[in-house]
């Protein structure tokens, strides 16, 4: 981008849609040339907005056939999925999963929802106490580690939806 003559300016939203509103519409106002989402699970609004502006947009970090918006990015379910049938073919059916919140970050709900369809398909759900969703930092990733590791049941494998959760 520097080399086309462009800029960079980032915003964090947390997963708070409101936040993104608020941060596109003040980015949108001071006259940017382009907008890049994350995630597909824009609110209506903003979508309006986008439209309503006519600025150029692109979403990442999920590819969604269907997204509103022109997206770039990996078929989360996919490989959520593919990552259980990968652990279930080497043996380890108790599943526990680490992952940011499934309300609030669409890729986490559809790599979720992933590990749940390939569970369903050998007749096993995910046990609600062998999913824990916390803030993706290492910190509480590493309490919820504790409370999987110190429950009653244990799960034979773990996965964790993102790098600093994993370490």
Known sequence: LDEAGFGILLGHTGGDPEREYEQARALVERGVDALVLIGNAQQPRLLRLITDVGV???TAFDYDENSALPCVGVDN???GRCLAEHLLDQGYDEIAIITQPTLSNDRSGKRVDGVASALRQI?????????IECDGLAPSARDAMGALLGGEKRPRAVVCFSDLMAI
């Open 56 to 58: 150029p947009v692109v």
């Open 77 to 79: 379910e996919a490989a």
């Open 123 to 131: 007749g096993r759900a995910v046990r609600p106490e062998f999913l």
